[in-house]
């Protein structure tokens, strides 16, 4: 590794957050890779003109982010970061900045009905066969809301998936985590299934058959659908046309 890619820290005020924002610029510049080793800590404190206390509260937020990795007696490396390890920083930022659950449901929309058509286009015999086993689960667990809700999610985020979009991926998974503080309300209510179940089951079937146009147009019907529902949930209405979140 050239240790010249490492600058001074010329700001004191925060120094830990410019070591940081130091270290992802390089990651994004190519400079740094996904299992590069950094310099032990007194060098690297040396390379960046920086004390060794600031340098180690960097590297701690780094890894508690899960942008770094620690192999015990080897050093500290650089990690490929996931949806998981970067959620709850997301959440909280949305919370901070008041989101609604409108603005929640547009950014999904915005997303999942851009890539239903790819989704429709590129899906594998073995993507199907995995859909159609979503499909099953949800239809076994009606009587379980929490694990029927769990395999609807999952049949949007296998959507995503198929079509192939590692970067819509992760922010699909971020925004429902973010809602699943509204999902909760859609839980403690009695509901009748049939109608989500069955409009799955017809983007399903438009996925299969390779008609983008089609699934797209019935994702954006079941979309707003179930947009309603959690709507009708949080203001403590009766909901019977079933989660369909």
Do not use: C
Not at 55 to 68: D, P
Not at 124 to 137: A, F, G, W
Not at 178 to 191: C, G, I, Q
Not at 209 to 218: F, H, I, P
Request: proline residues 2%; without cysteine.
């Amino acid at each position: 590794m050239n240790s010249s890619i490492f600058k001074p820290i010329d700001e004191k005020r925060t120094i830990s957050e410019k070591i940081v924002d130091q270290i992802t610029k390089l990651v994004v510049t190519g400079n740094l890779k996904v299992g590069d080793k950094l310099p032990p800590e007194r060098e690297l404190a040396e390379m960046l003109g920086v004390g060794r206390s600031s340098l180690r509260e960097a590297l701690r937020s780094m890894i508690n982010m899960g942008l770094l990795a620690v192999k015990h007696s080897e050093g500290t490396y650089i990690k490929k970061a996931d949806a998981n390890s970067l959620k709850p920083y997301f959440q909280w930022n949305i919370m901070l900045e008041n989101s609604t659950l409108d603005d929640l449901i547009e950014a999904r929309e915005l997303i999942e009905l851009n890539v239903v058509t790819k989704a429709a286009e590129r899906r594998t015999s073995e993507d199907m066969r995995k859909l159609e086993e979503t499909i099953k689960n949800m239809k076994e667990n009606t009587d379980d809301r929490k694990t029927l809700v769990d395999y609807d999610i999952e049949f949007h985020r296998m959507l995503v998936e198929i079509a192939g979009n590692s970067i819509m991926l992760s922010m699909i998974e971020i925004i429902r985590s973010a809602m699943e503080v509204w999902f909760s309300y859609v839980l403690s209510y009695t509901k009748n299934v049939t109608d989500t179940i069955e409009e799955h089951t017809a983007i399903m079937n438009a996925v299969g058959t390779g008609d983008g146009e089609k699934a797209r147009m019935l994702l954006k019907d079941h979309l707003i659908k179930g947009a309603s529902r959690l709507h009708y949930a949080i203001n403590d209405v009766t909901v019977t046309a079933g989660p369909g979140i």
